[in-house]
């Protein structure tokens, strides 16, 4: 699929309704409805379990396999991105320190 | 159509109250810029996606998925679900732009951001009389449109230039877990995290990427349960 450009395009067609109609639905027919205390509480849930469940198999899986070990860089390097974040909030820092995470185990394992 | 100089104030005052918040989003754009072509998306592909998502955390929680070749259901949605926030600030904006020409709401939808709907929220409280509100809201959310295509450009065309050996489409994964951080205030919300992320690695191998549904599923519903087992303490000690 990564090297099929048409399935691409789908993908982004697909994405952009998606966005659109999740920032519309209220707005776009005019409603006056409140959302109930109960959907709230279940939204506020969703992003923050989407974004783990995408994050930590692309640390903690290589090809498939479990590989929660020290020699996988890809989870050392994450383990330290998360530790950047809690301790700085800044994207950059988090995002700059990860790379380096991740080229510093490559080189020190060889 | 001749402009009203109250719709050019509030237009302006929008953009004013809205500029530091592109210190942020700007570095944030690039990135995910770069992000998009290290996945596989051709540069065409790149900007189109920016200009008709127009949603950072969305597009980079794709990518990922891309990379591993995930099916397109599995990806939209995901997409769909980290963009769940949008739903809330759909029901607060709603009632402002009631009154509002249908293209108006449509292209306020298309255009609403995180930042803005929280600097808006703030400044107009519910029913609020100022009739230039909405041209407030246009002005800080055009702004950030504006930085955002810009900076998605440049990480799009700088990405091209950048060796594969230095493994940038990770930038993405990083970009994920620096928009995790702000997410995960309180305590319930990180168990719900948490569940997620093990249901996601003890499911990995079930086919079609269901993994990562029933992992989202089981957070919200750890997250949930947290919440109600736990009433959250304000003071609590970490």
């Known amino acids: 699929m990564a090297g099929d450009p048409s399935s691409g395009w789908v993908l982004i067609a697909g994405m952009g309704l998606a966005a659109f109609c999740a920032r519309a639905i209220f707005v776009l027919p005019g409603s006056?409805?409140?959302?109930?205390?109960?959907?709230?509480?279940?939204?506020r849930h969703a992003p923050a379990a989407a974004l783990m469940a995408?994050?930590?198999?692309?640390?903690?899986?290589?090809?498939?396999?479990?590989?929660?070990s020290i020699d996988n860089p890809r989870l050392v390097a994450g383990l330290a991105a998360f530790a950047i974040a809690a301790a700085t909030r800044s994207i950059l820092l988090t995002i700059a320190g990860g790379m380096l995470a991740l080229t510093l185990v490559r080189v020190l394992a060889g | 159509m001749r402009f009203q100089p109250g719709q050019i104030a509030a237009f302006r005052e929008g953009a004013l109250a809205s500029a530091p918040l592109l210190v942020g989003m700007v570095p944030?754009?690039?990135?995910?810029?770069?992000?998009?072509?290290?996945?596989?998306?051709?540069?065409?592909?790149?900007?189109?996606?920016?200009?008709?998502?127009?949603?950072?955390s969305a597009q980079l929680a794709v990518l990922p998925l891309f990379i591993v070749e995930a099916p397109i259901a599995v990806m939209l949605a995901t997409t769909l679900v980290v963009n769940l926030r949008y739903v809330i600030y759909s029901a607060v904006l709603a009632p402002h732009f009631q009154h509002l020409s249908r293209p108006w709401r449509a292209l306020l939808s298309y255009i609403t951001v995180d930042g803005v709907f929280a600097l808006f929220a703030g400044r107009f409280p519910p029913g609020d009389p100022n009739p230039h509100k909405h041209w407030h809201f246009l002005g800080g959310s055009l702004l950030m449109w504006s930085g955002w295509q810009a900076s998605t450009c440049v990480g799009v065309f700088a990405g091209?230039?950048?060796?594969?050996?230095?493994?940038?489409?990770?930038a993405s994964t990083l970009g994920l877990i620096a928009l995790v951080m702000p997410l995960i205030h309180d305590r319930a919300v990180v168990w719900g995290a948490l569940a997620a992320g093990a249901v996601a690695l003890l499911a990995a191998r079930l086919p079609f990427n269901l993994g990562l549904l029933a992992a989202i599923a089981s957070g919200i519903a750890v997250g949930l349960a947290a919440a109600r087992l736990a009433p959250r303490k304000e003071t609590g000690k970490d």
């Open chain 1, 54 to 68: 995408i994050i930590v198999p692309d640390l903690a899986l290589v090809q498939g396999a479990w590989a929660i």
């Open chain 2, 160 to 170: 091209g230039l950048i060796p594969k050996g230095w493994s940038l489409e990770f």
């Open chain 2, 28 to 56: 944030w754009g690039v990135v995910a810029g770069v992000a998009m072509v290290a996945a596989g998306l051709t540069q065409a592909q790149a900007v189109a996606m920016s200009v008709i998502v127009f949603a950072g």
């Open chain 1, 32 to 43: 006056r409805l409140r959302l109930p205390p109960a959907a709230e509480r279940l939204l």
